[in-house]
């Protein structure tokens, strides 16, 4: 995958982030307590897997040992910290040549196994796990009565891509 595309992923996973978080923050918090405490573990657990694999592309130790932290973020915390871990993202795959993308990486997992991977493939991962995970959020707010941003890539390039 070329660094173009990679990057307008990251900024469609940049929008869809903080238009989720937008759409959580509608949500009751006494109407809905358990159901908007998941939601908000859901975001927090994609920020997490998006540190753990920034700090895997940059060589450092993330500190992280589960895929989830014990304290639930405010959903004020979540719109600061995604959008500022998705703009490291966005900064360092435009600085990144195409041999870059495509070196591998070894890292240690969470649970203690070891792995390697591309940096292309770190990307992909990371953008694919997030999607996953924000369906599930999606259909949770839906539960609540909430309107679920569209997270499609469709209506990101035709609204939002300048």
């Not at 989830?68 to 040549?97: F, G, H």
């Not at 992909?124 to 679920?148: D, K, Q």
Request: aromatic share 8%; net charge negative.
């Amino acid at each position: 995958m070329d660094k173009n595309t990679l990057v307008t992923l990251l900024k469609f996973k940049r929008w869809i982030d903080a238009e989720t978080l937008k759409a959580v923050k509608g949500i009751s918090e006494s109407a809905y307590a358990e159901k908007r405490h998941l939601m908000l573990r859901l975001m927090n657990h994609i920020h997490v897997v998006d540190m753990i694999f920034r700090a895997n592309i940059s060589g450092q130790q993330h500190g992280y040992t589960a895929l989830n932290t014990p304290e639930t973020p405010s959903v004020e915390e979540l719109e600061v910290k995604m959008d500022d871990c998705t703009n490291w993202y966005i900064q360092r795959v435009s600085s990144m040549a195409p041999a870059d993308l495509g070196e591998t990486i070894k890292f240690s997992f969470v649970d203690g196994g070891e792995g390697e991977m591309t940096a292309t493939d770190m990307l992909n991962h990371m953008l694919f796990h997030g999607t996953y995970h924000r369906g599930a959020v999606g259909w949770l707010i839906s539960e609540c009565g909430g309107v679920p941003p569209k997270d499609v890539l469709t209506v990101f390039l035709r609204d939002h891509h300048h």
